[in-house]
């Protein structure tokens, strides 16, 4: 079975400053995806970022980059230059890379502070 | 492009009464997923169909819910009778999945369901 854990329930960062959140899974498996999603107060999910298991390298999407420790099975997610809009719930997701079924954990609310 | 269409965006009903969610997945996509958000369970998946056939009902809560794809571009979700435990978001999503190496899964806006 595959779980997925955010032990950090809320957090909070000044504008512009960085915050990083944590995630950490367990699974037997060796080829998978990890993503994270923000989910802002309009409810709406949205993909920040993904991470190929198989990929040494570490994902980037212009303030969002990834920390993924393969053999320690932590996936965290640094904002860099934090905006009132980064302002949201966010979850970290996981998928077998042969599978179609997300397992998320149970989401770090972040609120950017003016 | 047009994401994830879901209507309605909110649904209010009575206990016992059929509610039926809709969803209309990106085109050209071919799996199509129906999750439930509540701060009880967090998000958990229901159910999700392959070129239209349902691959895994498991978490399916009970009869009551059931969930069709009669085409590509259209799925529905139907609560009968509805219970006011079933008070949650609901979220469709879709992808394109060969068997092969998954894809992302984009998410509609969710309906808001609220069982009297």
């Known amino acids: 079975a595959q779980t997925v854990t955010q032990s950090q329930p809320e957090m909070s960062v000044q504008e512009a400053e960085t915050v990083t959140l944590s995630c950490t899974y367990d699974t037997s498996e060796n080829n998978y995806y990890l993503f994270w999603y923000k989910q802002p107060p309009s409810r709406q999910m949205i993909l920040v970022i993904r991470?190929?298991?198989?990929?040494?390298q570490n994902a980037t999407e212009n303030r969002f980059s990834v920390n993924f420790q393969k053999a320690a099975k932590s996936f965290s997610l640094k904002i860099s230059d934090s905006q009132l809009g980064d302002t949201a719930m966010y979850f970290c997701a996981f998928m077998i890379r042969q599978g179609n079924n997300l397992f998320f954990g149970t989401g770090t609310r972040l609120t950017v502070i003016p | 492009d047009a994401g994830v269409i879901q209507s309605p965006r909110h649904e209010v009903t009575e206990m016992g009464q059929e509610v039926t969610l809709r969803c209309k997945p990106i085109?050209?996509?071919?799996?199509l997923f129906w999750y439930r958000q509540t701060m009880m369970r967090g998000l958990e998946l229901l159910i999700y169909?392959?070129?239209?056939?349902?691959?895994?009902d498991s978490g399916m809560p009970e009869d009551r819910f059931s969930a069709k794809m009669p085409n590509a571009s259209f799925s529905t979700l139907k609560i009968q009778p509805s219970e006011p435990r079933d008070s949650a978001v609901y979220f469709c999503?879709?992808?394109?999945?060969?068997?092969?190496?998954?894809?992302?899964?984009?998410f509609g806006p969710g309906t808001r369901l609220t069982v009297l």
């Open positions: 085109s050209g996509h071919n799996s």
């Open positions: 169909f392959n070129n239209n056939v349902p691959i895994d």
């Open positions: 991470q190929e298991a198989y990929k040494q």
């Open positions: 999503a879709s992808s394109f999945w060969l068997g092969g190496p998954s894809d992302t899964q984009y």
